[in-house]
């Protein structure tokens, strides 16, 4: 079949490199414009963008879905169906109905389980156990339309937003091509996401990533690794922002107020509503990330200090 993607992170990129080896006809990309990065804050192409460029195929980086010129293009480019995968801006009916066989969308959740920007994230915030991708005909909703197929993935106990992510963007990149082949081939189905099970996966903000050390250590835990390595989990330590890595729960450790912090030989624990947790890295303002041992040397920390 004839298509344009439509992506614009690198999560996207394994879904381009299946496609491409596929078989299917990449017309062009449909991604989010340059954007400033970097500590110079120059514009930027967007992973899905610089692997179009690289692989000689035409970006189109309007500002949104919906401009006349846009519109024109994809009308003379006249695709049979747009692949999506992470693409980052509302699609337009007019849009929508242009390939003969619409959009169709990879979301890292069993669907209607987790509906939105952060999938992964919600997942792994709330304790699931099982989740997977799912491709879908986009509609107007958020994430509503039928599902044409899944696949499953455990959640395992030390996995972070990060780590399930990349295992899902693989693992969805196949499904994703198996279904267009389908529908080329004409015996794609789909079917209706059920009523019952519906939640809603809006992204997490720099201050859902700040960690409650007056929760219990399996929540802190979770926290911590459902905001790696975006938005990145931070406390404060004598009013100062610090950034953390994983920690790890210890059912038989000391007992600590939330927040205090111990320093032994083998590492740093900070306590929690329960049992204390085992720090990993962390990473001070200006600074590299460092094992957490390493950093209570530099600051020196005393006995009874907290993170707030």
């Given amino acids: 079949m004839r298509l344009v993607f439509a992506g614009t992170p690198a999560v996207a990129v394994?879904?381009?490199?299946?496609?491409?080896?596929?078989?299917?006809?990449?017309?062009?990309?449909?991604?989010?414009?340059?954007?400033?990065?970097?500590?110079?804050?120059?514009?930027?192409r967007s992973p899905v963008g610089a692997w179009a460029d690289a692989h000689g195929v035409e970006v189109l980086t309007p500002a949104r879905p919906r401009e006349p010129e846009f519109l024109d293009r994809l009308r003379e480019l006249a695709p049979d169906c747009v692949p999506v995968v992470a693409y980052g801006a509302l699609v337009p009916p007019v849009a929508l109905e242009i390939p003969r066989y619409g959009w169709i969308n990879l979301h890292f959740s069993l669907l209607p389980a987790w509906r939105g920007a952060a999938p992964v994230q919600h997942a792994v915030l709330h304790g699931d156990e099982l989740t997977g991708?799912?491709?879908?005909?986009?509609?107007?909703?958020?994430?509503?339309?039928p599902v044409y197929g899944t696949v499953t993935d455990e959640i395992r106990p030390a996995d972070t937003s990060g780590d399930l992510l990349e295992r899902l963007a693989h693992s969805g990149a196949g499904l994703l091509v198996a279904v267009?082949?389908?529908?080329?081939?004409g015996t794609a189905r789909t079917v209706p996401q059920p009523a019952d099970g519906v939640s809603l996966a809006p992204k997490l903000t720099v201050e859902d990533a700040r960690v409650r050390w007056a929760d219990?250590?399996?929540?802190?835990?979770?926290?911590?690794r459902?905001?790696?390595?975006?938005?990145?989990?931070?406390?404060?330590?004598?009013?100062?922002?610090?950034?953390l890595g994983p920690v790890t729960p210890l059912p038989d450790g000391p007992e600590l107020r939330p927040?205090?912090?111990?320093?032994?030989?083998s590492g740093v624990l900070v306590g929690t509503a329960t049992t204390p947790v085992r720090l990993g890295?962390?990473?001070a303002a200006?600074?590299?990330?460092?094992?957490?041992?390493?950093?209570?040397?530099g600051a020196r920390v005393t006995a009874g200090e907290v993170f707030a």
Avoid: N, Q, Y
Avoid at 133 to 145: H, N, P
Avoid at 216 to 224: E, G, K, L
Avoid at 226 to 243: E, I, L, M, N, Q
Avoid at 259 to 265: A, R, S, Y
């Fill in 133 to 145: 991708a799912s491709v879908f005909e986009l509609e107007e909703g958020l994430d509503t339309g």
């Fill in 226 to 243: 459902a905001c790696t390595p975006a938005p990145g989990p931070w406390t404060t330590f004598r009013d100062d922002r610090v950034k």
């Fill in 286 to 297: 200006g600074k590299k990330a460092m094992a957490a041992g390493d950093w209570a040397r």
């Fill in 259 to 265: 927040g205090e912090l111990h320093v032994e030989k």
């Fill in 216 to 224: 219990p250590a399996f929540a802190v835990d979770r926290r911590v």
């Fill in 281 to 283: 890295e962390v990473r």
């Fill in 14 to 44: 394994p879904a381009l490199d299946a496609i491409a080896a596929s078989g299917h006809e990449l017309l062009a990309v449909l991604t989010r414009p340059d954007a400033p990065a970097g500590r110079g804050r120059g514009l930027a």
């Fill in 180 to 185: 267009l082949d389908a529908i080329g081939a």
